[in-house]
Every structure is written in C-alpha cells, then in structure tokens.
C-alpha cells in the first residue's frame, strides 16, 4: 500500500510528463529490477526497446508473457497519446502545409548556337529576371520565344549568382561538363587565327575533280585530325572526300576500308580512279575467310567478313580506317560494332561515312561518336539529356528525342558534318550519274549457260537471224548471272528507309528484286508489260502518296514513260537497255517537274557480262547524237566511277553481231568530216541516224522480252 503523501507525488509527476509530452519513467516501483525492460520513446513515431544492465540476456520480446506489476493498458494508452500529438492539426498547420509544397521554378539550361546558351523557365519568377537575368553583362531577350540567352562564357558566374540567391523554390538542370569543355575550347578557338590547311599532297586527280563543298569537307576532316562523321546527303561524294582525307594521312597507312558487301568493287574502283600514287597492287579485296591477309597499303573487306576474321586483322593494326555506311554500327550490341571498336582503339584516324547518321533514334548516333571521342560522354548521359531517357520495369528506355537542336549543334562542332543537296544544289548538275560495279564473286558468269552463249555468239557462219538470237541469248543468261549481285545490293539499299526506282529488263529479274522486297517485308510496287493502265495509275498514286511504299520495281520497257513518280529522288538500273534514249526517259520519271532535289541515277554493272559491251555501245550512240544536235543530256564519262573494261581478246563486243542490211555499223559511227576550212561537216544520212536509233530495238520488235525467261 502506498501512503497519501506518496500517491499524490506520483499523480502531480503524472501531470506533469503529460504537459511536457514525457516519454513513460523507468523508476516505477511496480516495475523495477523484475520488469526486465524500460520503454524508451526516441521520436514520435517509432519505439525502440533496449534492455536493462540488470537483466541485459532477456529478449525483447512484447509477446511474451509481461512480468509482474507491468500495464499493458497503460502502455497502450501511452503511445496512442503519442500516436495523436503527431496528427494533422488543420487550425495550427501553415497554408504551405495545407496545399502541399510550393510549385518549384524549373530553370533548364541549352545551348542554342556554339557561343550562347538558353535558359528556360518552368513559370516566370520576377525577382529571378531582375536579381539575376538582368545582372549577367551578355544577357539577351528574344521577344518571340520569351527565353534569355547568355554567353557561354559567362556560364560559371550565371551558376555562382544562382548559387548566392539561396532560394529554396528553384530547381536548376545546368549544361552536362562535356558540353562546357567543347564549347569553351570551341570558343577559343575562334579567337585565334585558323591553321592553313595544304591540300596539296593529295593527289591532283582527286583535287581537281571535286566541287567546292567537297573540298570543305576534306579540309573539315583534316581540322578534326582525321576523327569526323560525314553525313552528306545521298549522291553528294562522300566517297572522294573520305578518300581525300584519308591519302592526307598516307603517312598513318596501312588503310581499312570496311563496306558492305554489295559495294566493296565501288571502293576500288573509286581508289584507282582518284589515286594515281596508290599502285594497283597495293589494293587487297578480301572475300572469304580463306583469303590471306597481305601487307597491303589498303584492304577492303566487309561487316560479316571483318566479325568472322577480327582477330587477324586486329592483329594488322590499321593506323587509317574507313567505314561506309556508318548506320551498320547503329548499335553498340552488335558484333560489328564491337569488331570496329576493336580496332579503333589502335587506329590514329577514323572516317565514317553515312547519308543516314541516325535511321530512326538519336541514341542510334552513340556507337558512331564514341568511335570518334572515347572522351565523349557517357551512355547515360547521352540517353538523358538527347533521347528523352525514361526509367521502366525493365531498365532505362532512350528511344525517345530531346535537345536535338543542342546535339546538332554539339556534332556538328565535334565529329561533324553534313550537307543536303538543296545546301549545295548550286554546285551540283540536275541528274548525278554514278556507276556500281557489282560483286564479281556473286556473279554466275561461269555458268554453262553463259558460257555457251559466248561461243555460239562467236561463230562466224551465223545468219542475221541467228547472230540476233544468239545476242537475246546472251543478254537473258546476263540478267540471271546478275541475279544475286543485284539483290544483294538492293538489300543493303533498303536499309536507308529511302524512296527509290529500280527499272530491269527481263521477267526474272524483275521476280527477284520483287521476292526479295516480299522476304523482307519491304511495300512496293511493280509496273511492267502485264500491268493494266488503271492498275498503272493506281499504282503511281499509292508510290506519291504512301510514305511506307518504299520502292517501285519498273521494266524499263512498259514504264520508261508516261508515269510521274517524283517522291523518290533515287533511280536504280539493274540491268541496262540498247537505246539511251529510253534510258534517259527512264531517269526522268523522277526528273520532271514537281521534283524539288537533285536527282541521283545508279547503273549497277557486272564485269564479264553484257554490261561490259552496252555502256561502252550506249556512250558511242550518245556521242553521235551530240554531233547531230539531238543531246540527249545523258552524258556517261561524268559518272563518278569509270568501268573497269576487261581483256577484249577474250570475248567478242555485242558490236561486232549487230548488222544492218545496207549499212555497216563502224561506218555508222563516223559521221564527221572535217573540211578545207576546218569545220566540221556533218555526213550522216537520215538512213544512218535511224540505224543507229532503232537498229537494236527493230531487231527485237517481234519477241516479247518481257516475259523473256
């Protein structure tokens, strides 16, 4: 029992914790030594237990049976009183706690050219604009946009003036350090006087053959030491700029020249033409994983084929290397992309070629830059600020775009640059005629069938008759021999996402490219002699009109004429006619007006086929017309990339089987005669001229080739 005296202390102890919020006492009599624990409230909304010196092995265990004197109601009654001193009191709490927080003032930061950077406010803030914006000497206020720019310059003093103003509601997202690095370089660059640049070790062929804007970019890419990304639009000449800047760094050689597959020939072709100092010897086409690797100035090889063989040629240490189409290393998962980062790491140059630096997605430019700048910034980085970074279930999502403005502008002063056609169309002809030289290792020139074709062309005891159908014979079995070679190509053409035409000759042919665009699930359309004429229109409204209808595969025969398909820019010949005439009508289904851009035409020839006597018979009937005054604007010598002509003692021209009755074809051909004055004299009769228009096509008139297997 306790006395009056001592019951009263206690209850004014009582009182007394329970104005002041007191956590329970550990001295209560009923509990003492024998409790075995002591509550101890260390915050409002927790409660830890700790045991005694006493009894320091019991558990603290709140299940377990309570010792004697202990209340359990009084201890729940305690911490409900507790529990309730933290609840939301409407009547003390602030409006700020009331509403929730304040809405924070949002100040994000970009560069808007390679000098000046933005700032741009979640919500206007007053006392920012004059405390601030107003105090920064480069300050500068667009009226359209409403945004302030400064000088990059002045970026550290805008940061430590933010920095002084210790306001709470301001959130700031300031340029990533990379960013800060280039363009402060950048800037100091500009300050002092450009370094000259002496172009003159390269070769004077290639020089003296390039435009204006080509030879920009060859100095371009000599400024950022041989690391650059040119991006020109199709049909511009990256190749001779790449080849340019690449022989500026002959020293570095030995050079790697990675393509894909369907234009390795394209390459050496392109190097024997421009690089008069580069022996053919020099140049190694490797093939097959059989082929030895020599000691060559320059090898040229594939994608698949560099993957297969990375070991050897890391092994060559490639101080030079060359990638075309550049989009192949879109992704850093890929084994090509990870072969050519292989050997970046040894080479002191690298040039990448693509008219499609970035197919869909800005985070598809990662790979290319960080071969460039192993400096540049991190993936994560890269992903947050340019590709609109979202964080899933599954990791991280950069397929989005953000700051693209800021990351052309970064490029462009970094690793950069590109050019479109409508930039440079000044400089440019209408039409930019270019030349592919198809694979030789996928054309099936050996076959019986070719093989045969060329003996039987070859008697001399033929009639007209026979030496015609010996000729149909001979041009059928080419277009099969091109098959492979020409789907290949068109394989690694669809791959840009570009609108293009495609004209062939014979049925098969036209089959090939149309089940190949099918297998990769590839909308097209197909035009040829079976086509009706509604079917005709219906078809070129869906090419005009349909982003997604991608290519249009034409004979050159039923659709050389009037149809409009100027939605595309780009016209593909996999297989050639006898008369240029039809072919210039061909390319002008996308040359005609309504076409805004410069018109690029590709002929793919394959060596050891037909090809190899109808360009050469094709530029000789173009030459006549010129001197008749019929130009037909098809000038072939210009193309970019000039034939390789085979051994003529070994296979007859297609010339020497085409007669015409009361005419010789070689006299046909000579149709000046210069007189006593000097001037030249025209002599060809109206007999002759028809001869050599129509000769090849009235041989034919009675065969169908398009359905010519």
């Not at 409900?80 to 709490?93: D, G, L």
């Not at 003296?208 to 511009?236: R, T, V, W």
């Not at 249009?552 to 297989?575: C, D, P």
């Not at 000046?672 to 096509?697: C, I, K, M, P």
Request: proline share 3%; net charge neutral; aromatic share 8%.
């Amino acid at each position: 029992m306790y006395s009056k005296e001592e019951i009263e202390r206690k209850r004014q102890q009582a009182l007394e914790r329970k104005k002041q919020n007191a956590p329970v006492p550990n001295n209560s009599p009923s509990t003492g030594s024998t409790n075995g624990f002591m509550s101890n409230f260390t915050n409002k909304n927790s409660i830890s237990y700790t045991s005694t010196a006493a009894n320091q092995n019991v558990a603290p265990n709140l299940s377990n049976k309570k010792p004697y004197g202990y209340s359990q109601n009084k201890s729940q009654s305690t911490i409900k009183q507790q529990s309730s001193a933290n609840r939301y009191n409407p009547i003390s709490s602030t409006t700020t706690r009331f509403y929730g927080n304040v809405e924070r003032c949002e100040l994000t930061c970009s560069m808007i050219s390679s000098n000046r950077f933005v700032v741009e406010m979640s919500k206007y803030n007053e006392a920012l604009v004059n405390n601030l914006f107003k105090t920064i000497p480069s300050r500068l206020y667009d009226i359209k946009t409403k945004l302030w720019s400064f000088n990059i310059n002045e970026y550290d003093m805008f940061h430590e003036k933010l920095i002084g103003l210790k306001c709470a509601e301001i959130t700031f997202k300031g340029l990533p350090s990379f960013l800060l690095t280039t363009f402060k370089n950048l800037l100091k660059q500009e300050n002092q006087p450009k370094p000259v640049i002496d172009t003159s070790i390269i070769d004077d062929t290639l020089m003296n053959s390039l435009y204006p804007f080509q030879k920009e970019g060859i100095e371009y890419g000599i400024s950022k030491n041989g690391k650059c990304l040119i991006a020109d639009d199709m049909g511009l000449g990256k190749t001779r700029q790449a080849l340019g800047i690449a022989h500026y760094y002959r020293s570095d050689w030995p050079l790697l020249i990675v393509t894909p597959s369907s234009v390795r020939y394209q390459w050496s072709e392109a190097v024997i033409e421009n690089l008069d100092s580069v022996p053919l010897h020099a140049i190694q086409h490797l093939s097959s994983t059989k082929d030895y690797i020599e000691s060559s100035q320059i090898t040229i090889l594939s994608y698949d084929l560099l993957t297969r063989r990375i070991d050897e040629i890391a092994a060559r240490k490639y101080g030079v290397i060359l990638c075309d189409e550049s989009h192949y290393l879109k992704s850093g998962k890929t084994q090509r992309t990870k072969a050519v980062q292989r050997l970046a790491t040894h080479a002191k140059r690298i040039i990448l070629l693509t008219g499609t630096p970035a197919l869909s997605r800005p985070i598809e430019l990662f790979p290319q830059i960080k071969l460039l700048m192993p400096n540049f910034m991190s993936y994560q980085d890269f992903g947050m600020r340019y590709c609109s970074g979202v964080q899933t279930n599954y990791g991280w999502d950069f397929n989005g775009s953000s700051n693209l403005k800021e990351l052309e502008i970064l490029l462009k002063a970094c690793c950069l640059i590109r050019r479109l056609k409508s930039d440079v169309m000044t400089q440019l002809p209408s039409k930019i005629r270019q030349k592919i030289i198809l694979d030789p290792h996928m054309i099936k020139a050996a076959t019986k069938e070719m093989e045969a074709a060329s003996k039987e062309m070859q008697k001399k005891s033929l009639t007209g008759a026979q030496k015609h159908g010996a000729l149909l014979q001979y041009y059928s079995e080419s277009s099969k021999a091109k098959e492979k070679a020409v789907c290949n190509y068109v394989t690694d053409l669809i791959e840009n996402q570009q609108k293009f035409l495609i004209f062939a000759h014979h049925k098969n042919m036209m089959d090939a490219i149309s089940n190949l665009l099918t297998s990769k699930k590839v909308l097209f359309i197909r035009i040829d002699g079976k086509t009706h004429p509604e079917q005709r229109k219906q078809f070129v409204d869906t090419f005009q009109q349909n982003e997604n209808v991608l290519v249009a595969v034409l004979s050159i025969t039923a659709a050389n004429a009037g149809i409009t398909l100027t939605a595309a820019q780009l016209v593909v010949f996999a297989e050639l006619s006898w008369n240029p005439g039809i072919l210039c009508q061909a390319e002008d289904r996308v040359h005609r007006i309504g076409q805004t851009d410069n018109v690029v035409i590709r002929y793919l020839l394959a060596k050891d086929t037909a090809d190899d006597y109808l360009w050469p018979k094709i530029q000789k009937k173009i030459d006549v017309l010129n001197e008749v005054g019929l130009d037909q604007n098809f000038d072939l010598d210009k193309a970019d990339v000039t034939n390789q002509l085979p051994d003529m003692t070994n296979q007859k021209s297609l010339d020497d089987f085409v007669e015409c009755s009361g005419s010789n074809t070689e006299s046909s051909l000579n149709t000046s005669q210069v007189d006593a004055s000097g001037n030249a004299e025209l002599q060809t009769s109206s007999e002759s001229l028809r001869d050599l228009l129509d000769l090849d096509d009235d041989a034919f008139n009675d065969i169908d080739l398009d359905n010519l297997a």
